[in-house]
């Protein structure tokens, strides 16, 4: 049996080393702090690449529509194409980086109208100084949104950078399908029928109120279409 005083000298000496693997493993498990270039700061989105292709499928007050949109920046040129729920042919918004656009059918009955704005297409950082409103989930897909002066709110995934979503602030939200950065759209798609460039313009009147608002919509965009 140990003598008494040999228990007591061996206490401290085992508490020493029952600390001493306390003080490792707490320097072991401790997480190490975020870098300044991340604390605090808020992501950013992504610019659009130069040129895409998107399918957005839109929804407004439960009227529902298809988007083939086509971006292209070194071109110049933006284009729409327009197909509404069990409404026959598609319907074509092409717009050019000077301001002009184009609304026409090549289905019959033909139609055409332009219009002219002061400023041209989106440019792929028009995003640049939205304010970030956090993270939420949208069609199950975890995202970062921002706002842009409260006229669009803007949903992009988390991981990918990815649009998952955007929202106009008339309540009308483009759902991101299909997403293919690089994708171009043959030149002479591009080209406006000759019918639009006649003296007199027809205009569809079941267009009439997509025509309006979607130049409402333009109008109103022209700060961001700006920057």
């Known amino acids: 049996m140990a003598h008494p005083n040999s228990l007591m000298r061996a206490k401290p000496v085992l508490l020493s080393i029952i ?18 270039e991340n604390a605090g700061s808020d992501p950013t989105p992504a610019p659009w690449p130069l040129q895409f ?8 007050s439960g009227a529902l ?23 026959g042919p598609p319907f074509y ?7 002009t656009s184009f609304f026409y059918t090549l289905d019959s009955p033909r139609s055409c109208r332009s219009a002219q704005l002061d400023v041209g297409i989106l440019r792929p950082n028009w995003l640049d100084g939205a304010t970030y409103l956090g993270q939420q989930t949208v069609d199950g897909f975890l995202c970062n949104v921002w706002t842009k002066v409260d006229f669009i709110w ?26 293919e950065e690089g ?15 006649q003296k007199e313009e027809d205009e569809s009147p079941e267009h009439q ?4 608002e979607i130049m409402d919509l333009k109008r109103s965009s022209t700060f961001l279409r700006g920057i």
């Open 154 to 179: 803007y949903y992009e995934d988390v991981i990918t950078k990815r649009p998952v979503q955007w929202v106009f602030y008339t309540g009308r939200a483009a759902h991101v399908m299909i997403y």
């Open 209 to 212: 109120s997509t025509i309006s």
């Open 93 to 99: 918004d092409l717009e050019w980086t000077n301001g």
């Open 19 to 36: 600390l001493s693997l306390s003080v490792s493993s707490a320097a072991l498990t401790t997480t190490a702090p975020p870098t300044t």
């Open 65 to 87: 529509s298809l988007i083939d949109l086509w971006y292209d920046w070194p071109g110049g040129r933006n284009f729409n194409i327009i197909r509404d729920q069990l409404d």
């Open 53 to 60: 292709h998107a399918l957005l499928f839109m929804n407004y």
């Open 183 to 197: 994708a171009v759209l043959e030149d002479d798609k591009w080209q406006a029928p000759v019918y639009c460039f």
